[in-house]
């Protein structure tokens, strides 16, 4: 079952604009990550944010977390052509997986296109 | 070395064919992961490996069969798959350090096609 829920499903922006995407999910977490798709390839892990911190950093990235609202946000700024991917939330819910593991649960995804 | 490496890039197979995936890493992870992504989906995941044993089976049907031969390695065996088995087969693995569940690194991926 899907744990996060991205919006928008699509984005389209022009290079040097920011981007800005949401994720929503339904059950407490342990806490949450932001991948990158590029198309057909493997996932790159962005950034992962725990429950208990309400903002990161890393790059031109910024990752909110509002536990109350169940809701997190990743912003890209000044977006180049080479951020052009899909976007996925996955949500680590802390179900039993065995040890050092952990399950994770992936959004539906937000394909940002960023035109030069 | 923080990759995650599978093979092959591509699979078609015919639904009596038995074929296998694989995947590596060298990073000293405990945990693994298989993923099946659909087209224009996200990935789900179907298997996941605790120290060599298996800890999660989403509910994947028996024609997928997987197997952790040791730590840095992990297999997934398949057997009379169907066309809609056709996707993007995705491994992963992770470690948790201080007790704290940390990011998990994914491979390119498999590209499998049933005919």
């Known amino acids: 079952s899907q744990q996060g829920e991205e919006d928008p499903q699509a984005l389209s922006i022009q290079e040097g604009e920011n981007a800005t995407m949401n994720c929503s999910y339904k059950?407490?977490?342990?806490?949450l990550q932001w991948y990158r798709q590029n198309s057909g390839r493997g996932l790159v892990h962005l950034i992962l944010i725990r429950s208990n911190e309400r903002e990161k950093h890393s790059g031109r990235l910024r990752v909110t977390l509002d536990t109350s609202k169940k809701s997190s946000s990743l912003l890209i700024t000044a977006s180049r052509a080479a951020d052009t991917a899909s976007y996925f939330c996955?949500?680590?819910?802390?179900?039993?997986?065995?040890?050092?593991?952990?399950?994770?649960?992936f959004g539906k995804g937000t394909k940002l296109s960023v035109i030069p | 070395d923080t990759e995650v490496t599978q093979t092959p890039k591509h699979l078609v197979m015919g639904m009596t064919n038995k074929k296998s995936l694989k995947c590596e890493q060298h990073m000293g992870h405990r945990a693994m992961y298989w993923y099946k992504q659909k087209a224009k989906k996200p990935p789900e995941l179907m298997f996941v490996?605790?120290?060599?044993?298996?800890?999660i089976n989403e509910s994947v049907p028996s024609r997928f069969s997987p197997e952790c031969p040791n730590s840095s390695l992990l297999n997934l065996h398949l057997h009379a798959l169907q066309p809609e088995d056709s996707a993007l087969y995705l491994c992963?693995?992770?470690?948790?350090?201080?007790?704290?569940?940390?990011?998990?690194?994914f491979g390119p991926g498999t590209r499998l096609t049933v005919l």
């Open positions: 490996y605790s120290y060599e044993k298996l800890s």
């Open positions: 992963a693995s992770s470690q948790e350090q201080a007790g704290m569940k940390n990011e998990q690194f």
């Open positions: 059950t407490s977490i342990n806490n």
């Open positions: 996955a949500t680590d819910a802390g179900r039993n997986s065995g040890a050092g593991s952990y399950q994770l649960t």
